[in-house]
């Protein structure tokens, strides 16, 4: 077997997937980028060196069998594909809930699932993308809260079941990103309120989310499993208060 490390990606053609690739690569492991838009994911597979890309949606378990059964090495699947859809509670018909829950929810636990005999035996690791709104709830997001929140439980169950493997799971929660998802969803008048509500007083970027996923994928963390990383400028564990006392800290 090579040395070489294979990381698969899903969610990869774009935003926080593509970067993660291009980390992965960067650090020297061949990456599998999977995503359900073919089109985009042919543009950008030949950026990311020796990257092979697998058209596949995750949300259908036919399609996340097939993918998984043609890979013979694995040691971190990032589950990181995901839809965001914001609106009041009563407007939320089952139909796009069920959307969120299919990719965000069903699609993580199938990848995952299938990725298991492939992790078992390379004692590899998954990193699941939840979201601070996972971990912090606010207005419009029942649907896409509360599959992020799911994401993170789904983190410990596979900590406490896949440790005597030597297989690791851990969770990325990303703050505000200016992606594709993000701004097809965020209002002015969400991004001021993100402005007010993050320390660090800005939007992360890309790669600084993917830094966080491939550490947790990396040796260095090979001691840490069951944790849930906020990379999120400080959002989660911030109160009331923050614009009215930005500026005073010197006085
Ligand atoms: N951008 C943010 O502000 C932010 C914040 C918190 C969490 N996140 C999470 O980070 C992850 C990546 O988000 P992003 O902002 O890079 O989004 P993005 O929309 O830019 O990229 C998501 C990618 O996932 C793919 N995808 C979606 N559903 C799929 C499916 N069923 N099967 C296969 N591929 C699918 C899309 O085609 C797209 O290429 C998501 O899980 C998202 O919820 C993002």
């Known amino acids: 077997m090579s040395e070489q490390k294979v990381a698969l990606v899903t969610g990869a053609a774009r935003g926080i997937g593509l970067a993660t690739a291009q980390d992965f690569a960067a650090q020297g492991w061949q990456v599998l980028m999977l995503d359900r838009d073919a089109e985009e994911l042919g543009r950008v597979v030949s950026d990311v060196p020796g990257a092979v890309a697998l058209d596949c949606d995750i949300s259908d378990a036919d399609a996340v069998a097939s993918v998984f059964n043609g890979i013979d090495r694995l040691d971190c699947l990032v589950n990181n594909a995901g839809v965001a859809q914001f609106g009041p509670i ?35 690791n998954i990193v699941n993308i939840a979201s601070i709104s996972g971990l912090r709830a606010s207005t419009l997001r029942v649907a896409y809260g509360t599959s992020k929140a799911a994401v993170i439980q789904m983190t410990k169950q596979q900590a406490a079941e896949l440790g005597e493997f030597g297989v690791r799971a851990n969770c990325v929660c990303p703050g505000p990103v200016r992606t594709k998802l993000a701004m097809a969803v965020h209002s002015q008048d969400i991004i001021d309120a993100y402005h007010d509500a993050v320390p ?27 944790q849930i990383l906020a990379a999120d400028g400080g959002f989660d564990s911030t109160g009331v208060g923050l614009p009215a006392l930005r500026g005073k800290g010197a006085a």
């Open 90 to 124: 009563e407007q939320c018909d089952f139909a796009l809930w069920r959307s969120v829950m299919a990719t965000n929810l069903d699609g993580t636990f199938l990848c995952s699932q299938a990725a298991l005999p492939l992790l078992k035996a390379s004692r590899g």
């Open 200 to 226: 660090l007083n800005r939007y992360g970027s890309e790669a600084e989310i993917a830094n966080a996923i491939t550490f947790l994928a990396s040796e260095k963390a090979s001691y840490i499993t069951g």
